[in-house]
């Protein structure tokens, strides 16, 4: 009897495991996704040029945030996501579950 409940629990735990990482992995690609579309409009608008993890691309991303975090009083996370949301595929998604 013990060895049945072992192995029932095995099974629930693994296959809720499976689920988190599923959903975490989602998530993770819609982040990268995100950030590449924030990388493509700084470049696009010329306030990087050089590598994305430059002192000199970061300090200029950075700069820009600020400006437009000062101008609008928006978060940061607002402004990342509007800019994003701007440019490139935008396959943002609601999980119906």
Do not use: C
Not at 9 to 32: E, G, P, Q, R, Y
Not at 42 to 65: E, P, V, Y
């Amino acid at each position: 009897m013990k060895l049945n409940n072992a192995f029932i629990f095995t099974t629930v735990f693994v296959t809720k495991a499976k689920t988190a990482l599923n959903m975490i992995s989602n998530i993770l690609k819609k982040f990268i996704d995100v950030i590449r579309d924030l990388e493509n409009y700084l470049r696009a608008h010329k306030i990087i040029d050089g590598g994305l993890q430059t002192k000199k691309s970061l300090s200029a991303a950075q700069a820009f945030f600020n400006e437009m975090q000062k101008q609008s009083g928006l978060s940061m996370q607002e402004l990342s996501l509007i800019v994003a949301y701007g440019v490139g595929d935008n396959r943002v998604g609601i999980s119906q579950q």
